[in-house]
Protein backbone atom coordinates (compact mmCIF):
# COMPACT_ATOMS: atom_id res chain seq x y z
CA UNK A 1 0.00 0.00 0.00
CA UNK A 2 1.66 3.11 -0.75
CA UNK A 3 -0.28 6.46 1.10
CA UNK A 4 -0.84 9.26 -1.78
CA UNK A 5 1.70 11.80 -0.54
CA UNK A 6 1.25 15.51 0.06
CA UNK A 7 2.52 16.51 -3.07
CA UNK A 8 -0.13 14.69 -5.13
CA UNK A 9 -2.71 17.38 -3.56
CA UNK A 10 -0.70 20.76 -4.47
CA UNK A 11 -2.02 20.56 -8.09
CA UNK A 12 -4.67 22.45 -9.71
CA UNK A 13 -7.60 20.88 -8.26
CA UNK A 14 -9.17 19.60 -11.27
CA UNK A 15 -6.63 17.67 -12.27
CA UNK A 16 -6.53 16.69 -8.25
CA UNK A 17 -10.29 15.49 -8.53
CA UNK A 18 -9.95 13.34 -11.39
CA UNK A 19 -6.87 11.46 -10.26
CA UNK A 20 -8.55 10.66 -6.41
CA UNK A 21 -10.79 8.58 -8.91
CA UNK A 22 -10.01 4.98 -8.12
CA UNK A 23 -8.01 6.00 -5.04
CA UNK A 24 -8.44 3.94 -1.51
CA UNK A 25 -10.08 6.08 1.06
CA UNK A 26 -9.14 4.55 4.42
CA UNK A 27 -10.97 5.27 7.61
CA UNK A 28 -9.72 4.15 11.13
CA UNK A 29 -11.70 3.61 13.94
CA UNK A 30 -9.85 2.03 16.98
CA UNK A 31 -8.65 -1.03 15.68
CA UNK A 32 -10.67 -1.44 13.10
CA UNK A 33 -9.90 0.17 9.39
CA UNK A 34 -12.42 0.76 6.39
CA UNK A 35 -11.51 0.79 2.91
CA UNK A 36 -13.54 2.07 0.11
CA UNK A 37 -12.72 2.93 -3.60
CA UNK A 38 -13.20 6.81 -4.68
CA UNK A 39 -15.70 6.87 -6.97
CA UNK A 40 -17.19 9.86 -7.24
CA UNK A 41 -16.23 13.91 -6.50
CA UNK A 42 -16.50 17.45 -7.10
CA UNK A 43 -13.96 20.35 -7.52
CA UNK A 44 -14.12 23.60 -5.63
CA UNK A 45 -12.48 26.12 -7.04
CA UNK A 46 -11.43 28.80 -4.14
CA UNK A 47 -11.63 32.34 -3.94
CA UNK A 48 -12.91 32.86 -7.87
CA UNK A 49 -15.80 30.16 -7.49
CA UNK A 50 -19.11 31.50 -6.55
CA UNK A 51 -19.90 27.48 -4.91
CA UNK A 52 -16.89 27.52 -3.00
CA UNK A 53 -16.85 28.62 1.02
CA UNK A 54 -13.49 30.47 0.53
CA UNK A 55 -15.13 32.55 -2.67
CA UNK A 56 -14.42 36.07 -2.21
CA UNK A 57 -11.51 34.90 0.42
CA UNK A 58 -14.45 34.24 3.24
CA UNK A 59 -12.31 33.46 6.40
CA UNK A 60 -14.40 31.97 8.49
CA UNK A 61 -13.80 28.99 11.75
CA UNK A 62 -15.69 26.53 9.38
CA UNK A 63 -13.10 27.44 6.41
CA UNK A 64 -10.19 27.57 8.36
CA UNK A 65 -8.64 24.11 7.49
CA UNK A 66 -9.44 25.06 3.73
CA UNK A 67 -6.15 27.93 3.96
CA UNK A 68 -3.81 24.88 5.17
CA UNK A 69 -1.88 23.59 2.85
CA UNK A 70 -3.20 20.76 0.53
CA UNK A 71 -3.19 17.53 1.64
CA UNK A 72 -5.34 18.20 4.82
CA UNK A 73 -9.14 17.15 5.39
CA UNK A 74 -11.66 20.01 5.48
CA UNK A 75 -14.73 18.90 7.28
CA UNK A 76 -18.13 20.62 7.57
CA UNK A 77 -22.04 20.35 8.42
CA UNK A 78 -24.57 20.97 6.05
CA UNK A 79 -28.42 21.34 7.14
CA UNK A 80 -27.40 21.23 10.58
CA UNK A 81 -27.57 17.35 10.44
CA UNK A 82 -25.11 15.90 7.91
CA UNK A 83 -21.08 16.11 7.40
CA UNK A 84 -19.02 16.41 4.30
CA UNK A 85 -15.71 14.84 3.90
CA UNK A 86 -13.25 17.01 1.44
CA UNK A 87 -9.69 17.34 0.86
CA UNK A 88 -7.84 20.65 0.54
CA UNK A 89 -5.63 21.28 -2.58
CA UNK A 90 -3.14 23.57 -3.68
CA UNK A 91 -1.60 26.16 -0.98
CA UNK A 92 -2.68 28.22 1.91
CA UNK A 93 -2.86 30.65 -0.69
CA UNK A 94 -5.50 29.39 -3.04
CA UNK A 95 -7.91 27.88 -0.69
CA UNK A 96 -9.65 25.03 -2.72
CA UNK A 97 -10.65 21.58 -2.32
CA UNK A 98 -12.26 18.12 -3.58
CA UNK A 99 -15.40 17.03 -2.28
CA UNK A 100 -15.86 12.85 -1.90
CA UNK A 101 -19.52 12.53 -2.92
CA UNK A 102 -19.20 8.65 -3.00
CA UNK A 103 -16.88 5.40 -2.13
CA UNK A 104 -17.17 1.94 -3.14
CA UNK A 105 -16.71 -0.23 0.43
CA UNK A 106 -13.61 -2.72 -0.74
CA UNK A 107 -15.73 -5.35 0.49
CA UNK A 108 -19.30 -4.31 -0.92
CA UNK A 109 -21.37 -6.72 -2.79
CA UNK A 110 -21.89 -5.18 -6.27
CA UNK A 111 -25.36 -6.63 -6.93
CA UNK A 112 -26.74 -4.63 -3.89
CA UNK A 113 -29.87 -2.59 -4.67
CA UNK A 114 -29.21 1.38 -5.20
CA UNK A 115 -31.66 2.18 -1.97
CA UNK A 116 -29.57 -0.21 0.72
CA UNK A 117 -26.19 1.00 -0.61
CA UNK A 118 -25.21 3.57 2.30
CA UNK A 119 -21.72 5.01 1.14
CA UNK A 120 -23.28 7.01 -2.84
CA UNK A 121 -23.91 10.55 -1.53
CA UNK A 122 -21.47 13.10 0.94
CA UNK A 123 -23.72 12.66 4.30
CA UNK A 124 -24.12 9.12 3.49
CA UNK A 125 -20.87 8.33 3.51
CA UNK A 126 -19.77 10.31 6.07
CA UNK A 127 -22.70 8.81 8.01
CA UNK A 128 -22.14 5.32 7.56
CA UNK A 129 -17.79 5.97 8.44
CA UNK A 130 -18.79 7.82 11.22
CA UNK A 131 -16.92 11.18 9.64
CA UNK A 132 -17.45 14.46 11.75
CA UNK A 133 -15.90 17.46 12.71
CA UNK A 134 -13.18 15.22 14.48
CA UNK A 135 -11.88 14.86 11.42
CA UNK A 136 -11.73 18.24 10.19
CA UNK A 137 -7.84 19.51 9.39
CA UNK A 138 -6.34 15.98 9.29
CA UNK A 139 -2.86 15.41 7.39
CA UNK A 140 -4.02 12.96 4.86
CA UNK A 141 -0.44 11.62 3.20
CA UNK A 142 0.22 10.11 7.18
CA UNK A 143 -0.72 6.36 7.96
CA UNK A 144 -1.27 7.43 11.81
CA UNK A 145 -4.00 9.84 10.26
CA UNK A 146 -7.61 8.16 11.27
CA UNK A 147 -8.03 9.17 7.34
CA UNK A 148 -5.55 8.73 4.95
CA UNK A 149 -5.52 7.75 1.02
CA UNK A 150 -3.36 5.06 -0.45
CA UNK A 151 -2.92 4.37 -4.18
CA UNK A 152 -4.62 1.40 -5.58
CA UNK A 153 -3.63 -1.82 -8.30
CA UNK A 154 -6.86 -0.45 -10.43
CA UNK A 155 -5.79 1.70 -12.92
CA UNK A 156 -8.50 4.50 -14.09
CA UNK A 157 -8.42 5.22 -17.64
CA UNK A 158 -9.42 8.79 -18.62
CA UNK A 159 -12.85 6.96 -20.92
CA UNK A 160 -13.75 5.78 -17.53
CA UNK A 161 -13.78 9.63 -16.35
CA UNK A 162 -17.72 11.54 -16.46
CA UNK A 163 -17.92 14.97 -15.94
CA UNK A 164 -20.96 16.37 -14.99
CA UNK A 165 -22.23 19.91 -13.36
CA UNK A 166 -22.23 19.91 -9.29
CA UNK A 167 -24.69 19.11 -7.63
CA UNK A 168 -26.67 21.48 -4.96
CA UNK A 169 -24.69 24.49 -6.00
CA UNK A 170 -27.78 26.50 -7.93
CA UNK A 171 -27.46 29.50 -5.56
CA UNK A 172 -23.90 29.98 -7.40
CA UNK A 173 -25.35 31.46 -10.69
CA UNK A 174 -23.25 30.33 -14.10
CA UNK A 175 -20.59 28.50 -11.60
CA UNK A 176 -23.52 26.00 -10.99
CA UNK A 177 -22.95 24.77 -14.58
CA UNK A 178 -19.40 24.27 -14.56
CA UNK A 179 -18.35 20.44 -14.88
CA UNK A 180 -16.18 19.75 -12.26
CA UNK A 181 -18.42 16.50 -10.55
CA UNK A 182 -16.34 13.46 -11.85
CA UNK A 183 -17.45 10.03 -11.55
CA UNK A 184 -16.62 6.82 -12.85
CA UNK A 185 -18.75 5.50 -15.66
CA UNK A 186 -21.47 2.93 -14.81
CA UNK A 187 -20.18 2.88 -10.72
CA UNK A 188 -23.38 1.75 -8.74
CA UNK A 189 -22.19 3.63 -6.39
CA UNK A 190 -22.34 7.18 -7.53
CA UNK A 191 -24.90 9.78 -6.07
CA UNK A 192 -26.75 10.13 -9.09
CA UNK A 193 -25.21 9.69 -12.92
Same mark, same amino acid.
Given at each position: ?13 ? &? !?? %?????? =? ?21 ? =??? +? ?5 ? @? $???? $? ?25 ? &? ?10 ? $?? !?????? #? &??? %???? =? /???? +????? %?????? /? ?11 ? +??? !??? #? @?? !???? /? ?6 ? =??? @? ?14 ? @?????? $??
Amino acid at each position: MKILPQDFYMEDTS &T !VA %KALLGK =ILHVKKGKEEFKARIVEVEAYLG =IED +PACHTFG @D $RRTP $RTKSMYLDGGHSYVYMIYGMYYCLNFV &TRTEEFPEAVLI $RG !VQPLNA #D &THV %KKKD =I /KTNG +PGKLC %KHYQIN /KEHDGLKLWKNTS +PLF !VSE #D @DH !VVKP /KQIIARPR =IGV @DYAGEAAQWPLRFYLK @DNLFIS $RP
